[in-house]
Nanobody
């Protein structure tokens, strides 16, 4: 059964760090692009990062660039998001997603190309 499970969320003070993990099961991750999204209360879902099949493609939104780092471990079917210098405005539910087809594009996939989503993990940045 195809499944994405995020973990690593929690409560952290401003300036702190968290590492989110996304465990993928039910298919082989290496042929697909992956991304991280977030949704804060009352706001639309925001694409914050994507990674291609290899590490050559990594993109970030302006809101997280320089603070967040996406990575993947194809051998273990894992996707990660290292978050540093966290701000209160980073508070949101974070979702990982994987494209539903082989992806080899030069930029991030469109949101409609992500066919598989996790259930989300809450990140709260507060003092």
């Amino acid at each position: 059964q195809l499944q994405l499970v995020e973990s690593g969320g929690g409560l952290v003070e401003p300036g702190g760090s968290l590492r989110l993990s996304c465990a993928v099961s039910g298919f082989t991750l290496e042929y697909y692009a992956a991304g991280w999204f977030r949704q804060a209360p009352g706001k639309e879902r925001e694409a914050i990062s994507c990674i291609g099949r290899t590490d050559r493609l990594k993109k970030y939104s302006d809101s997280v660039k320089g603070r967040f780092t996406i990575s993947r471990d194809n051998a273990n079917n894992m996707v990660y998001l290292q978050m540093t210098s966290l701000k209160t405005e980073d508070t949101a539910v974070y979702y990982c997603a994987v494209t539903s087809r082989y992806y080899n594009g030069p930029g991030c996939p469109g949101e409609d190309e992500y066919g598989y989503w996790g259930q989300g993990t809450q990140v709260t940045v507060s003092s």
